[in-house]
């Protein structure tokens, strides 16, 4: 029934072709190892292209007081020092060169006035730092090295699911084993190593920004391998998703509208960020409008509290809502058409113009947007060393937003392209590097392909299953309920429960009709691993007893100075996942320094 | 219902007038939707009738059907903010992105049609074989940047805006699933780039630090003379991209230039000193498209 199984072998597989996988792959190109692409979409559809503001590098082509240490610190300070320190530095210290090679592979990137790359302001930058496209930036990223592995060659087996890794009896990673989407044929891949670059989990939640890709599948897949995920419990919600028309609900607006002079107001026309100042971020945030004004064009100045770290607008506009100063759709609005003119946000913020004129039929440049947080984003994800990308688990590799780590608790803006490029490039070569040092060839156990296969094929029954949609609509209420943007103990203990039941209920769902391109089948596949991590994000939010970042506990509202040093570890202990506090990574002194110098 | 083959194309014809009423909430209670269902082998349209919310657009009708009608119903999206370009239809007709249509600018009270692009062999339902592109993307020949200065690349802002312009192109393919030299010539398929990757060219040929001549290879492996400039392409365009006027028709007088008056040509690549492609550059990238067949994606 299940047909022949396509065979592939290779050096490098890549799972996954949005920033993170194609920034590997090219690596790997550059180091001649034989390399597969794997994408579950067509090559250039992965969520890259929606990342729109810019990609954070401390250029310092704007402002030249800004350096890698600035940006260290920033994000440090961004992901409430919950960041792995060291992954931290290497970004901060890379991101200069990884977006200036973009521009020897084609990439246009907005100038200023003497040539160079022009840099924009986000939320937690001390400084313009977002090297941008208009609000396109995610897509030039994609374009630019989609065609520059295409021009070296790259193998790309496109719109392929990848449903179990393979091991060998070392315990190693050696292979994967999928199906082709178009076809229902099923492949198996095998590989000296294997580089996950599958990006999030957000269509686990209701409201979310993210699309039908990101279903957790790269955590999945290093989880039931036997790896370790890391704080999964601080999950993302970006403040200013759009509320309506419902359909669009979700879809994400750019943080680049606050950077850009954007405002948020409340039903009664307050700039309320003014109210919500964490002690945390007192000393850098302007107290009066007329400071936060005028900080735009001098940075002496401090920043508006428009431009806090995502978690602290995010749980601000959800407080403004619950005491009833919400817009009329159950967001609050974000106003730039009163503060630039018509002719520069339609410039600045092209896609933003046409995303609201053709869905909402509302004008950006002459009326505000109605916005409320979206679930967008896994801060973290697969364990991974800092320098290799290594996971706990030999030969098998994980950078972009699968890995863990860098963001910590919460990520600024534009630092997820800029993570892409640093850490794509350093899985790529340490993959490789891995590869070129093996000797022999991976050969799969055949008993574990065919159960795979075997097991991939069983959701074809008569046995008059649920819709593997209704089981992932009950999924996404029950995240969207239990496990958003303020959770309290007794809903996360509920959510573990209806989770359990999900869990059940996925086993036993029935898909219709043939193999061949068939997206009941596909979703069926998917809730596994949106299940497997949805459980890692409860039990984690479970665990830490504190508010930080991502994680915000109604029944512990304040950080503990203790948790800030572990990490919420999740792994699978038989069939069962767990989670463990571990100690994360020490700072060394001389960058704990920088942190003193700041205060 | 009625067989794909009959449906009539829109290649070359005046597209049907868009329905320009004001986005209203004047949308009918019922929502009749015929989609086209079938494979390689042959299909049918198939009515699904479903009540109408608030805000739509025509994807999110499409994926209403396939949670609660029709769970195997194949169809290609990803973003569902036009940013992707997954997600490209023919609606009445009109070639457009399934997720940036919104319900209330079709005609109200009227039945809807949903085919798969007709420049593309079917694979499934609304879901198409688009490799073509894949395969044209590998024969283009890559940017190739003079000496990096010292202190890096410099570009002005004037010399990009163009290309920034033809970067916009989220590949949704249907400036190619309209253009006649290939909706209604197969054969062409082998020989001919299509719009979106004259867009491509024209974007490495205006790009300020390239140093490549391709010129040759332009008239004589893209095809480029083939285009008859009917702008089918730039109406499509969900990007808005001049496709016809920015990046053909200037590509094709480079082209002409570069037969008959390199002088002219060589004015506008001034402060470069371009190297036309070498044999084994040429051999490679045919042999890139060759390889298609034999797998490998």
Redo the contacts between chains.
């Keep these: 029934m299940t047909g022949e199984i396509e065979r592939h072998e290779y050096d490098v597989v890549i799972i996954g072709a949005g920033g993170a996988g194609l920034r590997a792959a090219v690596e790997c190109l550059a180091k001649k190892v034989r390399t597969a692409l794997v994408c579950k979409s067509l090559l250039g559809k992965a969520h890259t292209v929606m990342a729109e503001g810019g990609v954070a590098a401390a250029l310092g082509n704007v402002w030249p007081e800004d350096n890698w240490q600035v940006h260290f610190r920033d994000t440090m300070r961004g992901g409430k020092m919950l960041n792995n320190w060291r992954m931290a530095q290497l970004h901060a210290q890379e991101a200069p060169d990884r977006v200036l090679e973009l521009e020897e592979w084609g990439a246009l990137f907005d100038r200023t006035g003497d040539g160079r790359i022009l840099q924009r302001d986000f939320g937690g930058h001390r400084y313009a730092r977002l090297a941008h496209v208009g609000d396109r930036t995610g897509l030039e990223l994609i374009r630019t090295m989609q065609q520059r592995a295409v021009s070296e060659g790259i193998d790309v087996y496109m719109e392929c699911k990848i449903v179990r890794l393979t091991k060998d009896e070392s315990g190693a990673v050696n292979g994967a084993v999928g199906f082709f989407r178009e076809t229902g044929r099923f492949v198996a891949f095998s590989a000296k190593a294997v580089v996950l670059a599958t990006g999030g989990i957000g269509k686990a939640w209701k409201f979310t920004s993210n699309s039908w890709e990101s279903t957790a599948d790269g955590q999945a897949l290093a989880l039931w391998a036997g790896a370790d995920l890391i704080d999964m419990e601080c999950v993302q919600f970006h403040p200013t998703g759009m509320v309506w028309p419902p359909s669009a609900r979700g879809l994400l607006v750019t943080e680049g509208v606050r950077g850009d002079g954007g405002v948020l107001k409340n039903s009664d026309g307050r700039r309320f960020m003014f109210d919500y100042i964490s002690p945390y971020f007192a000393k850098e945030t302007a107290d009066t409008i007329e400071e936060g004004d005028r900080w735009y064009d001098d940075k002496s100045f401090r920043r508006p509290p428009e431009l806090l770290p995502r978690d602290e607008v995010a749980r601000a506009i959800n407080s403004e809502v619950k005491a009833g100063r919400g817009s009329p759709h159950g967001g609050v609005f974000l106003d730039i058409a009163s503060r630039r003119s018509p002719e520069e946000i339609k410039r600045r913020l092209p896609s933003m113009y046409h995303q609201f004129k053709q869905l909402a039929d509302v004008d950006i440049s002459t009326d505000p947007m109605e916005v409320g947080p979206t679930c967008h984003y896994a801060n973290g994800g697969v364990r991974v060393d800092a320098d290799t990308a290594r996971t706990t688990v030999a030969g098998l590799y994980a950078a972009g937003e699968v890995a863990g780590g860098l963001h910590g608790a919460n990520r600024l803006g534009g630092n997820s392209l800029s993570d892409l490029l640093v850490f794509g490039r350093r899985a790529g070569l340490a993959a490789a590097e891995h590869a070129l040092g093996t000797t022999g060839r991976p050969s799969l156990d055949e008993a574990a392909v065919a159960e795979v296969v075997s097991h991939a094929a069983s959701f074809f029954n008569d046995d008059g299953g649920e819709s593997p949609y209704v089981v992932h609509a009950d999924l996404q209420e029950t995240m969207q309920n239990l496990v958003g943007i303020v959770r309290t103990e007794s809903e996360l203990v509920e959510a573990g429960q209806r989770l359990g039941e999900l869990t059940e209920r996925a086993k036993k769902v029935s898909v219709s009709g043939a193999r061949v391109f068939n997206p009941g089948w596909h979703l069926a596949l998917d809730l596994e691993s949106m299940l497997s991590c949805a459980k890692c994000t409860m039990l984690g939010a479970l665990e830490r007893r504190e508010s930080r970042g991502g994680q915000t506990r109604e029944d512990f509202p304040k950080a503990d100075p203790e948790l800030e040093k572990v990490n919420m570890v999740t792994r699978l202990s038989g069939d069962e996942v767990t989670v463990t506090p571990e100690a994360k990574p020490v700072m060394p002194d001389e960058l704990a320094k920088l942190f003193e110098e700041a205060k | 219902m009625m067989p794909i083959d009959t449906e009539p194309g829109t290649g070359g014809q005046p597209l049907p007038a868009e329905h320009k009423e004001?986005?209203s909430s004047r949308v009918p209670a019922e929502i009749v939707m015929k989609l086209w269902r079938g494979?390689a082998g042959g299909g049918e349209f198939v009515e699904y009738r479903l009540p109408a919310?608030?805000?739509?657009?025509v994807l999110?009708v499409v994926h209403r059907i396939?949670?609660?009608d029709a769970?195997?119903?194949?169809?290609?999206?990803?973003?569902?903010?036009?940013?992707?370009?997954?997600c490209s239809a023919e609606i009445n007709g009109r070639p457009r992105l399934m997720c940036?249509t919104?319900m209330s600018t079709l005609p109200p009270g009227e039945p809807i049609t949903i085919s798969p692009m007709r420049g593309f062999p079917i694979?499934?339902?609304l879901?198409t074989?688009?490799s073509y592109n894949?395969e044209v993307?590998?024969q283009?020949?890559?940017?190739r940047?003079g000496p990096?200065p010292p202190e890096?690349?410099?570009?002005?802002?004037i010399d990009?805006d163009r290309?920034?312009e033809f970067?916009?192109?989220?590949?949704c393919f249907l400036c190619q699933n309209v253009c006649h030299v290939i909706r209604d010539h197969e054969e062409h398929k082998a020989h001919y780039a299509g719009p979106r990757f004259f867009v491509r060219l024209a974007e490495?040929e205006m790009?300020p630090?390239d140093t490549l001549d391709r010129r040759a290879y332009i008239r004589e492996r893209m095809g480029i003379g083939l285009c008859n400039i009917t702008k089918c392409c730039t109406e499509v365009c969900p990007e808005d991209i001049h496709i016809t006027d920015n990046a053909i028709i200037p590509l094709k007088e480079r082209v002409v230039d570069a037969a008959f008056d390199p002088i002219a040509w060589l004015g506008r690549k001034i402060r470069r000193r371009p190297s036309p492609m070498s044999a084994s550059e040429v051999a490679a990238l045919g042999a890139?498209a060759r390889s298609e067949a034999s797998g490998?994606?």
């Design positions: 004001p986005p494979d919310e608030e805000g739509e657009v999110d396939q949670a609660h769970p195997d119903l194949a169809v290609r999206w990803n973003c569902k903010a036009g940013k992707c370009g997954s940036m919104r694979m499934r339902d879901v074989d688009v894949f993307a590998k283009i020949p890559a940017l940047p990096k890096g690349y410099r570009m002005a802002q990009i290309g920034q970067r916009k192109c989220i590949e490495l790009h630090l890139a490998g994606g």
